[in-house]
């Protein structure tokens, strides 16, 4: 893409679900493609060349990490374990 960022990596997107600054759904058209607040992903994206995928945490708000850190840990590192290096997988986002 001329002119443009690309991520060349999986990429997880998260986003608390009652962020009252950012409306979660933003996220889904954005990076997932989900319809109606439907928390997605896409494995054929322009800008995310790997995938991406998001997800929505409950109970949390615009500042996820704080309000909602065990969960927020918990998908990073299954993500890293995951896509990260040395993992099982490697190549596109499912």
Do not use: S
Request: charged share 30%; aromatic share 8%; with cysteine.
């Amino acid at each position: 893409m001329e002119g443009g960022f690309v991520v060349g990596v999986p990429t997880l997107g998260l986003v608390g679900r009652e962020d009252g600054c950012i409306d979660p759904v933003l996220f889904d058209v954005a990076m997932g493609g989900g319809e109606g607040g439907r928390e997605g992903g896409r494995e054929e994206h322009p800008l995310f060349l790997k995938g991406v995928q998001v997800r929505k945490v409950e109970g949390g708000g615009h500042f996820l990490h704080q309000e909602r850190a065990e969960d927020v840990n918990g998908l990073v590192l299954a993500w890293f374990e995951k896509y990260g290096e040395g993992g099982q997988e490697e190549g596109k986002v499912e």
